[in-house]
Each structure stands twice: as C-alpha cells, then as structure tokens.
C-alpha cells in the first residue's frame, strides 16, 4: 500500500510542475526580459544535463569512456556532420573505448 | 529493469511509467523505496528532480502556442527530450511535429520497455557495453549545439556545465541541474549590465 502511496504523490506533483509551467498565461511572458530569461532557461538545464550524464556516476564525477564518446561527438559537430553521424560517433567511440580499456 | 528487481509489482512499475512519465524522477522513487525509505520522503525526491519541468514548460508554452483545452494533455510530455527537440525548431510548427512526435514514440517506447523489463525480459543484455549510454548525451549536445549562437547562450551553458557538476557530489538528486538554471538570470544580469556600460561609454 505504502509504495501506491509513494507513486501516487509522485504521479501528482510531477504532472503539476509539468502542467504549471504550460499553464503560464501568455501575456506573462510578453516582457522581453521574461522572454529571454525562458529562452535561456532549457540552454541551461539541458547543458547541465548533458555534462551530468557524460560525467556522473552516481554522486560521483568520473572520467571514463563516455567522455571520449562525447568528445567524438562535438568534433562531428564542428565537422558539421549529420545529427545521425554525431549520435553514432558518440556510440561507436565509447563501444570501442570501453572495449580497449574495459572500463 | 530497476524497478522490478526492488519489490515493486508489475502493475505498481507500469503505472508508475504510465503516470510519471519522467525517468529520473522514476528511478530516484525506485531507489529509495528499495533502500527502505518513507514513501512521502521517496516521492519528494523524485518531485525535486521533476521540478525542472515546469522551467521547460515555460519556453513551450510561448513556442508552442497550445490551445488551453490541450494544455492539460500535452503537459504529461513535457520533458528533457521533447522539449530539447521543440526548441531546436525553426518554426512554430516544426516545433509542434517536433513535440508531439517525441512525445508520442518516447511514451510507448519507454512505456513497452518498462514492461518489457517488469516481465524479466534481459534480451538486450549488457547496453552499457554497446557504448548506448552515449546516445543520449550525445543527442542532447547536437540538439543543443545550434543554440549556442550568441556570447549570452555559450555563457549559461558553460556556467550550467560548471554548476551542474560542480554540485554534483554535494547536494541531493535532482539539485544541481535546478541550481545550474540559475545560470539564465545570471547571464541575463551580466548582458544587461555590459549593455549599460557600452549605453554610458557612448553618452560620453
């Protein structure tokens, strides 16, 4: 019963931070300094994001394969390269680091 | 799956793919609920990481223009994934295909995986070794990529970058990435403040 409990009140809140931000009428965010500042808001998280999930294991920082993975990804980036080939670079240097170093 | 392998039944796993809908927020509420905790403690847990939403809605609610009466159906999408793939759009539209279809294939995606898992199924194996733990970062730097066009956007994304793993060891899930959003004000700040001073320098 208990773990019902612990999805139900889950299940809400994360359904209500979602619905609130939506539900921000538009005329709130006409000022330019609003629009701006919710512009640079997705930057921000999705930067962090990203860092967290190339660097973080767990609670940790730790530098292993992925970070190799991802580097090959901003190269292919700079290349200008396809979204695909950026994605499969990612994939393939990290397999293929992993398989090397075996970490 | 996590989830199953903590008590959880596979009803209790389902629904709570079904309705939460956010995967850290997910696997924070498995973990702690495993690890014996309160079950009020464990889903302020996964609130916290879910906050970061609401930031996300903010930017769609402008981009995507949303008639009200859809608001409420479209908010269960609201996530890192689709909103990343909504604000890399050009266009109003392309941002709403954008969303709707991210939203779509990752919710039975993630929804059949789950369930998938919740019956035992280990058919993939080890993905970790197939390097698709790069996939996503990956996918979030080149949707990220072309919005780093002024000198303001690199800033807040470095800043998040040092926030966002700097806080890392020391404060609980979920935290850093809301402290690392702070980087947007702060940025925002410094750019109005430089516009001032170039404002004085031509007074003179």
Request: hydrophobic content about 60%; overall charge positive.
């Amino acid at each position: 019963m208990n773990v019902w409990i612990a999805i139900g009140a889950t299940a809400l809140g994360c359904y209500a931070v979602k619905l609130v931000g939506l539900l921000v009428p538009a005329g709130a965010l006409e000022k330019p300094l609003v629009k701006r500042l919710a512009a640079l808001l997705p930057v921000a998280l999705l930067a962090a994001l990203t860092a967290q999930q190339t660097f973080a294991e767990g609670g940790t920082l730790v530098l292993d394969a992925r970070a190799a993975g991802i580097g090959a990804a901003a190269v292919a980036l700079v290349l200008r390269a396809p979204f695909l080939v950026v994605v499969a670079a990612a994939v393939v240097v990290t397999a293929g680091v992993r398989a090397v170093v075996g970490g | 799956m996590t989830s199953a392998g903590s008590g959880l039944t596979i009803w209790q796993t389902c629904a709570l793919s079904l309705l939460v809908f956010t995967g850290a927020s997910q696997f924070a509420l498995v973990g702690a609920l495993a690890a014996g905790g309160n079950p009020l403690t464990a889903a302020a847990g996964a609130f916290f990481l879910g906050v970061r939403n609401a930031f996300y809605g903010l930017r769609l609610s402008q981009l995507l223009a949303l008639p009200r009466a859809v608001r409420p159906f479209a908010a269960q999408w609201v996530i890192d994934e689709t909103s990343a793939v909504a604000v890399a759009q050009p266009t109003r539209r392309a941002a709403r295909l954008g969303f709707a279809v991210t939203g779509l294939s990752l919710y039975v995606l993630w929804n059949l995986t789950t369930l998938l898992g919740a019956l035992g199924a280990e058919a993939l194996g080890d993905t970790d070794a197939w390097g698709l733990d790069a996939a996503g970062p990956a996918v979030f730097l080149a949707l990220l990529a072309p919005m780093l066009k002024t000198a303001t956007e690199r800033a807040v994304a470095g800043l998040a970058v040092l926030l966002g793993l700097g806080l890392l060891p020391v404060l609980p899930a979920g935290m850093p990435v809301l402290v690392a959003a702070l980087a947007a004000p702060v940025a925002l700040w410094v750019e109005g403040r430089r516009r001032e001073d170039r404002l004085e320098e031509g007074d003179r």
